[in-house]
């Protein structure tokens, strides 16, 4: 039985923003109704202990989804949730007494890249629900991207007032790590650079290539098509489906292993990664 670091079950593929960086999809939209959860993440879950509630869409949009952490719960999986953060003063209290949610990331660079008014507001819900997850032992990481200053798309162009409404929230000093800063205890900054999503309109790159795809993750969109990674938002690289397969099978077709023995020599097997911004992290 593979063993993975993770598993993606996008429980939704429908959000609440259109987010200038997201590439959205033209997938039907939809959620994922608790039962169909069950049945999916119980596939998952002889694989990893490791879950994160999304690949599309915008998470805390489930209405079913106190129903959904339950059985996630039941299954014991340690629950990762990403989210815009327009919508932690609904559904914080939910995340915060969940024993299943074990980390909370908050998109912070969705404000700016949906166009949003009122930053103020919005950052002061991040830290007051940052603030209760600590609390209750969660982590809860706010992520930003190129704090180095603003990108040549004009984006990134908020984070000097973002940072100055966190040094307010929580006064230095910080603890500076490799992949971010400690705020305050369970509470972290956390930023990368942004990259362009896969997209098999873009044109094509001729050079070596690795990724993480089936190698440490898996990803399942809403209708049980399993895909090699949470950025393949439109399913092109359909490996099978979850209702009709179980995943050892699924890994293990001859296609998920061109893929898997394919980055293992520099190779991207699969026309959407060599279009993948994304494998650029891993020269």
């Known amino acids: 039985m593979r063993q993975l670091k993770k598993a993606y079950l996008e429980i939704t593929n429908r959000c609440n923003l259109q987010c200038s960086f997201c590439p959205g999809t033209r997938r039907t939209p939809g959620f994922l109704p608790p039962e169909d959860f069950s049945r999916l993440a119980g596939r998952l879950r002889p694989h990893t202990e490791y ?27 340690k629950v990762m949730i990403t989210t815009n953060g327009t919508l932690l003063d609904r559904q914080g209290p939910l995340l915060c007494a969940c024993p299943a949610v074990e980390k909370v990331s908050v998109s912070l660079h969705s404000f700016e890249g949906s166009g949003g008014n009122g930053l103020d507001g919005y950052l002061e819900q991040c830290v007051r629900f940052a603030r209760r997850a600590a609390d209750g032992g969660k982590r809860c990481a706010l992520r930003l991207w190129n704090l180095d ?33 400690t705020l305050a205890p369970g509470i972290f900054l956390e930023w990368g650079q942004r990259f362009e999503w896969p997209d098999l309109a873009a044109p094509e790159e001729n050079r070596p290539s690795f990724c993480y795809g089936l190698r440490d993750q898996v990803g399942v969109l809403w209708d049980g098509t399993v895909v090699p990674c949470c950025l393949d938002h439109e399913g092109d690289i359909s490996l099978g489906n979850l209702y009709r397969q179980p995943l050892e099978d699924i890994l293990n077709t001859p296609r998920a292993r061109a893929i898997y023995n394919g980055f293992s020599q520099k190779t991207a097997s699969e026309p959407l990664c060599r279009r993948c911004g994304f494998t650029k992290r891993f020269r």
């Open 149 to 181: 200053g603003p990108d040549t798309s004009g984006m990134n162009r908020q984070n000097g007032a973002i940072l100055s409404a966190l040094e307010q929230a929580f006064p230095p000093p910080w603890k500076a790590g490799r992949r971010g800063t």
């Open 51 to 77: 879950l994160y509630l999304h690949l599309m869409g915008e998470p805390l949009l489930h209405p079913q989804l106190e129903d959904i952490l339950d059985r996630a719960g039941q299954l014991r999986f």
